[in-house]
């Protein structure tokens, strides 16, 4: 595809529902991050992948937060037993180098799937 | 703890005017620094990354200085044009993997 795509793009759940985002980056690219924008807010970072190694996963807000990235490419961020505080709009954007240490990556970002738990 | 300022008011100017934004960060050096276009209900889009050793940079109608002295950037938009009007977002970054994003200036250009 031409970008990066996020699927669903709304999502509701009643708190305690676990749900699944998902993330298809453009195609070849190793990098592949998620962001948590809140209202009003600027992304926050949550996980980062290279291939399919989650090399760091420091934003994660709490265990009930799990990404995966099995083959490298399509991406999942599930969240178990949702609460209202997991309202936000999930970002995904991803990179076609391996690492942006050098300030030269730009990121792409998909749409978003705006979630709001109930 | 790593901490960035952006105006949280919205920035109302008049079309063809010189728009300007500013992002203060503090606690920490970033090595280079990255602007992206938010629009409502869309991802953010890159438009300019500035380096340390870099004081300026250019991009058609834009322009970004960093000063790591000040500890600041300014972001300028030359003759605004009502399509600029949206949400802009800076990012401070180490030479790590993540971005750091500001909250965000909300740009609106009027005829």
């Known amino acids: 595809g031409a970008g990066v795509s996020q699927s669903p793009r709304y999502k509701v759940a009643k708190r305690g529902q676990d749900v699944a985002l998902r993330c298809d980056p453009i195609?070849?690219?190793?990098?592949l991050f998620w962001y948590q924008q809140a209202l009003g807010q600027g992304p926050e970072f949550l996980t980062y992948?290279?291939?399919?190694?989650?090399?760091?996963k420091s934003g994660l807000p709490s265990d009930r937060f799990f990404a995966e990235r099995p083959e490298g490419s399509v991406s999942t961020l599930k969240i178990q037993r949702t609460q209202q505080e997991d309202s936000a709009v999930y970002l995904c954007?991803?990179?076609?180098?391996?690492?942006?240490?050098?300030?030269?990556?730009?990121?792409?970002f998909g749409p978003g799937t705006r979630l709001t738990v109930l | 703890s790593q901490k960035i300022e952006q105006n949280s008011e919205a920035l109302n100017i008049q079309e063809g005017k010189t728009a300007t934004l500013t992002c203060n960060y503090t606690?920490?050096?970033?090595?280079?620094l990255q602007w992206y276009r938010q629009d409502p209900g869309r991802g953010p889009v890159f438009l300019l990354l500035?380096?340390?050793?870099?004081k300026e940079k250019r991009k058609e109608r834009l322009k970004v200085t960093f000063d790591t002295t000040l500890k600041q950037s300014l972001f300028h938009i030359t003759a605004s044009q009502p399509a600029d009007s949206a949400t802009y977002l800076c990012?401070?970054?180490?030479?790590?993997?993540?971005?750091?994003f500001g909250t965000g200036t909300r740009l609106q250009v009027f005829p």
């Open positions: 954007a991803s990179s076609p180098l391996a690492g942006a240490r050098f300030g030269t990556d730009t990121q792409y």
């Open positions: 195609s070849g690219h190793v990098s």
């Open positions: 992948f290279q291939n399919e190694a989650q090399l760091d």
């Open positions: 606690n920490y050096s970033p090595a280079y």
């Open positions: 500035i380096r340390e050793n870099e």
């Open positions: 990012a401070p970054s180490e030479n790590t993997d993540k971005l750091i």
